[in-house]
């Protein structure tokens, strides 16, 4: 089966949807598909080798230059070309990654429109490539924001198309007016198009059925998986001195390490706490900076800065080190966690995790068995769950061991390539049996 995968490239940031993408675009290489994994926007970042073509559609020089002005909406297929190369993206990605959503509503209703939006350009070139050069069996969508591709695909090409749900709504939800509301019902048109939706998870799944209005039969649950190269526990699951608390994700409010710090600063005023420390990790945006230096402020003021240490942006070797120094992973985020890949890379190296009771994180707890759960935004919930752990270390390393079996028993790369494959296959043999054309839009019906 040859497999199209078009994955939104996040500038220069490690991205967990460009990790998916590529994690999964390898695993179904491995099995024997034919994929051609394509970047939109900005060449992918990955940890891995990048299994990408060198080529990079919807480039984000020409969206936003098309999106601004008319006159590049008409612009010859060659000059586009020059402003499509990776190497000039890279750099601008470097600049525009942490793009602040709220000023990006006019751009995402226009993409979602797909043919009939600012972008109509970019959709007949990449249709046109298609068609001629690549002849895909089915084409895969790293995030339903890209859905305003679908519909021309199907109907010039007759490829089914997928899409891969990874926390959309959190996007959309910080939209203003009125590019919200536009928003929210051109993706609910959109991925109701599609031949299939995967989720993560059966949390999310549900949710998003609601959130777009589609049926819950819709939807496909593929568990995320990891490819497990480099992963594994330290060779001392007791640690003799300091108990060490960790964090991975991107350093902003909606991860909530505020909420972990304040946690972190309760354990150490109780004086029947044993030492511990606090180490972060993750991209670090400019826009996010005053947090930090506000977090470590609030530390410094309680003379726990000596025990809080932020070691930045980690590669994949540099990571699975962090991952192995843990003995266990703080993840308090203050929104509904769709995906959760960094519980998975903790399990990967036998480290238990403190999650929230929210979003993914009760089904994989459940699931697992690797981590205990706290009442979400509660920094004194939080402490009492770590203190647990701090105070029984053997209960620590049951869990880090359950979470650890869990992962290589069905949350890695081969098993989430083998699902989502017999996802493709279904929607293929659909698609031979009664090709058809999309419903109409909301401004066609009546």
Known sequence: MRI???????????????????????ALTAAGHDVVLVPV????????????????????????????????????????WLLDRPWLLRCVGRIASATDPRRLGPL??????????RQRKELDKLVDWLGRDVKPDVVHLSTSLLAGMARQILRDLEIPVVATLTGEDSFVEQLPEPHYSQARDLLAERCGEMAALVAMNHYYADYM???LRIGRERFEVVPAGLSLDGFGPRVSAENPGEFTIGFLARI?????????????ARLVEDRTTPPVRLRAAGYLGKADRSYLSQIQARLRAKGLD???????????RGKIAFLQS??????????????????LEAWACGVPVVVPDHGTFPELVRDSGGGVLFRAKDSGALAESLRGLIHDRQR?????????????DRYHAGRMAERTAAVYERVAAKSARSPALPAAPLSERG
């Open 326 to 343: 843990l003995d266990v992973l703080g993840l308090p985020t203050v929104y509904r966690e769709s995906k959760g890949l960094p519980v």
């Open 396 to 408: 620590a390393s049951e869990l880090g061991r359950h979470g650890y079996e869990a992962v290589r």
């Open 4 to 26: 199209v995968q078009l994955a939104a490239g996040a500038g220069g940031m490690y991205c967990g949807t460009c990790l998916y993408a590529n994690t999964l675009a390898s």
């Open 209 to 211: 059925a609601g959130y």
């Open 306 to 316: 000596d025990r809080f240490e932020y070691v930045g942006e980690l590669d994949r």
């Open 108 to 117: 995402t209703v226009s993409m979602l429109r797909g043919h009939d939006g």
């Open 41 to 80: 926007y900005t060449p992918l970042r990955v940890e891995d080798e990048t299994l990408s073509v060198d080529r990079v559609v919807f480039g984000g020089i020409n969206v936003y230059l098309q999106q601004a002005s008319a006159l590049f909406r008409r612009t010859p297929w060659g000059l586009d």
């Open 252 to 264: 902003c409010p909606d991860k909530g390490l505020h909420v972990l710090a304040e946690a972190f």
